[in-house]
C-alpha cells in the first residue's frame, strides 16, 4: 500500500471519528440502546448456561431412563437407575455398540461389579467396586460431592457417602496402591452410597494384584459388563427403544420412571428455545441498528456527495461510514459487557443465594469461559454494526455526486 493510500486512509478514519463526537446526543443513546442489548445477550448467555448445566447435573442426579442387564439378573428398580447392583451375570460389551446405534438413544455407559479383597492379610473382608468409563458416564460423576484437586489418573478411587474413607487416604485393595480420590454425595440409593467406583483402567490395574498367588479380581474381564445404563434422546419415549432392545438375546430392559424422563426432555426443549429467542433478539439488534444508520446517512448525503465530487473514491467513502458504526457499536459492546456484569452480580446476590440456602447449587461457568463469552458477544455486536451500516453506505455511494448533493438541498 502507498504512502498516499495510507494516508488518505487514515484521513477517513479521522472523520470517522470526529462525526461520531458530531452529534454527541445521537451518539450516546445509540451506544446505550447497544450497551443495553449486549448486556441482556451477554447476562442471558451465562445464566442460560448455568441453567442448563444445573439442570443437566440434577437429571443426571436421576440416573438413566433404562438400564439393559443380563435376562436372569434380578434388579431393584430404584437403585439400577444409578448403578449396577451385585449379580455374578455379564452382558458382552459388543451390545453396547449395538444398543448406542438405535434410534433415540442418546448416551450409553457400562458399568461392572465386582467383590474385591481390601487388605491383603484379611482376604475375606470385601467391598463393592463398581468399575465405569469415564468418558461415557453421566451417573456417578454427577454424584461427586469433593475431590482432589487435580484430574482422576490411574489407581484413584471414589467412594461412596457412606464408605469411611477419608479423601486422600492411601489404600492397598487388591495387594495394590490406591488413593481415594473422590467421594460422592448423599443418594439415598445403597449400592451408590456403600460401593467403590473406579475407572475401567484402574479395575484392571487392581486385577493385576495377587491374593494367595491368584488374581485379585479372578472375574474381570474387559469384554464384559455387568449393566449398561441408556439415556434416551429428546422427543423419545421408553417404549420405543425398550422394543428396539428386546431384540437382543439374554438380555432384559428395566425402565425408569418416566416422569423424570418427559421433564427432562421438556426442560431441554425450554432451553432449545431460549437460545432461538436469543437468536431473535440479536437479528432485531441488526435490524435496528440498520434502520438507525439508514437515517443517519440520509441526513448526510450532501456531506457524502461532496466528497465524491471531489474525488473521494467509493471504498474509501464506504469504510468511512462502516468504520463510524463499528466504532459506536464497539463501545456500546464494551458498556454493554460492563452492564451485563452488573447484571450478573445482582443476581448472584439474590436469586442464586437464595437458592444457596435451599441447598440448591448453580452451575456458574469458570471465568475462561465467561471470557469467551464476552469477547463472542462484543464480536457480534460489531458485526451487527457492520453489517447494519454495509447496505445503506454502498446504496447512497453508488449514488451521482450531483445527485445527492441536489437531494439535500432541495
Same mark, same amino acid.
Given at each position: 500500500?502507498?504512502?498516499?493510500?495510507?494516508?488518505?486512509?487514515?484521513?477517513?478514519?479521522?472523520?470517522?471519528?470526529?462525526?461520531?463526537?458530531?452529534?454527541?446526543?445521537?451518539?450516546?443513546?445509540?451506544?446505550?440502546?447497544?450497551?443495553?442489548?449486549?448486556?441482556?445477550?451477554?447476562?442471558?448467555?451465562?445464566?442460560?448456561?448455568?441453567?442448563?448445566?444445573?439442570?443437566?447435573?440434577?437429571?443426571?442426579?436421576?440416573?438413566?431412563?433404562?438400564?439393559?442387564?443380563?435376562? =436372569?439378573?434380578?434388579?431393584?428398580?430404584?437403585?439400577?437407575?444409578?448403578?449396577?447392583?451385585?449379580?455374578?451375570?455379564?452382558?458382552?460389551?459388543?451390545?453396547?455398540?449395538?444398543?448406542?446405534?438405535?434410534?433415540?438413544?442418546?448416551?450409553?455407559?457400562?458399568?461392572?461389579? !465386582?467383590?474385591?479383597?481390601?487388605?491383603?492379610?484379611?482376604?475375606?473382608?470385601?467391598?463393592?467396586?463398581?468399575?465405569?468409563?469415564?468418558? %461415557? =458416564?453421566?451417573?456417578?460423576?454427577?454424584?461427586?460431592?469433593?475431590?482432589?484437586?487435580?484430574?482422576?489418573?490411574?489407581?484413584?478411587?471414589?467412594?461412596?457417602?457412606?464408605?469411611?474413607?477419608?479423601?486422600?487416604?492411601?489404600?492397598?485393595?487388591?495387594?495394590?496402591?490406591?488413593?481415594? !480420590?473422590?467421594?460422592?454425595?448423599?443418594?439415598?440409593?445403597?449400592?451408590?452410597?456403600?460401593?467403590?467406583?473406579?475407572? !475401567?483402567?484402574?479395575?484392571?490395574?487392581?486385577?493385576?494384584?495377587?491374593?494367595?498367588?491368584?488374581?485379585?479380581?479372578?472375574?474381570?474381564?474387559?469384554?464384559?459388563?455387568?449393566? /449398561?445404563?441408556?439415556?434416551?434422546?429428546?422427543?423419545?419415549?421408553?417404549?420405543?427403544?425398550?422394543?428396539?432392545?428386546?431384540?437382543?438375546?439374554?438380555?432384559?430392559?428395566?425402565?425408569?420412571?418416566?416422569?423424570?424422563?418427559?421433564?427432562?426432555?421438556?426442560?431441554?426443549?425450554?432451553?432449545?428455545?431460549?437460545?432461538?429467542?436469543?437468536?431473535?433478539?440479536?437479528?432485531? %439488534?441488526? /435490524?435496528? /441498528?440498520?434502520?438507525?444508520?439508514?437515517?443517519?446517512?440520509?441526513?448526510?448525503?450532501?456531506?457524502?456527495?461532496?466528497?465524491?465530487? /471531489?474525488? %473521494?473514491?467509493?471504498?474509501?467513502?464506504?469504510?468511512?461510514?462502516?468504520?463510524?458504526?463499528?466504532?459506536?457499536?464497539?463501545?456500546?459492546?464494551?458498556?454493554?459487557?460492563?452492564?451485563?456484569?452488573?447484571?450478573?452480580?445482582?443476581?448472584?446476590?439474590?436469586?442464586?443465594?437464595?437458592?444457596?440456602?435451599?441447598?440448591?447449587?448453580?452451575?456458574?461457568?469458570?471465568?475462561?469461559?465467561?471470557?469467551?463469552?464476552?469477547?463472542?458477544?462484543?464480536?457480534?455486536?460489531?458485526?451487527?454494526?457492520?453489517?447494519?451500516?454495509?447496505?445503506?453506505?454502498?446504496?447512497?455511494?453508488?449514488?451521482?455526486? !450531483?445527485?445527492?448533493?441536489?437531494?439535500?438541498?432541495?
Amino acid at each position: 500500500m502507498s504512502k498516499a493510500r495510507r494516508e488518505n486512509n487514515g484521513l477517513f478514519l479521522k472523520l470517522a471519528c470526529q462525526n461520531i463526537l458530531r452529534q454527541p446526543t445521537r451518539t450516546m443513546l445509540l451506544i446505550l440502546a447497544v450497551a443495553l442489548v449486549t448486556g441482556a445477550l451477554f447476562a442471558s448467555a451465562i445464566v442460560g448456561r448455568g441453567v442448563q448445566a444445573s439442570i443437566e447435573r440434577s437429571f443426571d442426579q436421576m440416573g438413566a431412563d433404562l438400564i439393559v442387564v443380563p435376562a =436372569d439378573a434380578l434388579v431393584n428398580i430404584t437403585s439400577a437407575l444409578l448403578t449396577v447392583q451385585p449379580t455374578e451375570s455379564t452382558i458382552d460389551v459388543a451390545v453396547l455398540d449395538r444398543i448406542a446405534k438405535i434410534d433415540g438413544v442418546e448416551r450409553v455407559a457400562a458399568q461392572s461389579i !465386582y467383590r474385591i479383597p481390601m487388605m491383603v492379610h484379611m482376604p475375606e473382608h470385601k467391598a463393592n467396586l463398581i468399575a465405569f468409563d469415564a468418558k %461415557s =458416564d453421566f451417573t456417578v460423576l454427577p454424584w461427586l460431592k469433593e475431590k482432589l484437586a487435580r484430574e482422576m489418573r490411574k489407581g484413584d478411587l471414589v467412594v461412596g457417602a457412606r464408605v469411611d474413607q477419608t479423601l486422600g487416604e492411601e489404600l492397598e485393595p487388591c495387594d495394590q496402591a490406591a488413593t481415594i !480420590y473422590g467421594k460422592l454425595g448423599r443418594s439415598g440409593v445403597g449400592p451408590l452410597d456403600d460401593s467403590m467406583f473406579a475407572t !475401567y483402567e484402574t479395575a484392571q490395574y487392581l486385577a493385576q494384584g495377587k491374593i494367595n498367588g491368584a488374581s485379585a479380581i479372578p472375574t474381570f474381564d474387559r469384554n464384559r459388563c455387568s449393566a /449398561i445404563l441408556v439415556r434416551l434422546a429428546l422427543g423419545t419415549t421408553p417404549e420405543q427403544v425398550k422394543f428396539a432392545i428386546s431384540q437382543i438375546d439374554n438380555v432384559k430392559v428395566i425402565t425408569g420412571t418416566t416422569i423424570v424422563t418427559s421433564t427432562r426432555q421438556t426442560t431441554s426443549a425450554l432451553l432449545a428455545g431460549m437460545a432461538c429467542m436469543v437468536a431473535v433478539m440479536l437479528l432485531g %439488534s441488526t /435490524i435496528v /441498528i440498520a434502520l438507525l444508520f439508514s437515517a443517519i446517512i440520509s441526513e448526510r448525503k450532501r456531506e457524502i456527495g461532496l466528497l465524491s465530487a /471531489i474525488g %473521494s473514491r467509493r471504498f474509501s467513502i464506504v469504510s468511512m461510514l462502516i468504520a463510524e458504526s463499528c466504532f459506536t457499536t464497539a463501545m456500546g459492546g464494551i458498556c454493554g459487557i460492563g452492564f451485563g456484569t452488573v447484571l450478573l452480580l445482582l443476581f448472584q446476590r439474590s436469586l442464586v443465594y437464595y437458592l444457596e440456602t435451599l441447598h440448591i447449587e448453580f452451575g456458574w461457568s469458570p471465568i475462561g469461559e465467561i471470557t469467551v463469552v464476552a469477547s463472542i458477544c462484543l464480536l457480534l455486536t460489531i458485526v451487527c454494526g457492520l453489517l447494519g451500516a454495509l447496505l445503506p453506505s454502498l446504496k447512497v455511494s453508488a449514488s451521482e455526486p !450531483y445527485n445527492l448533493i441536489q437531494g439535500e438541498g432541495g
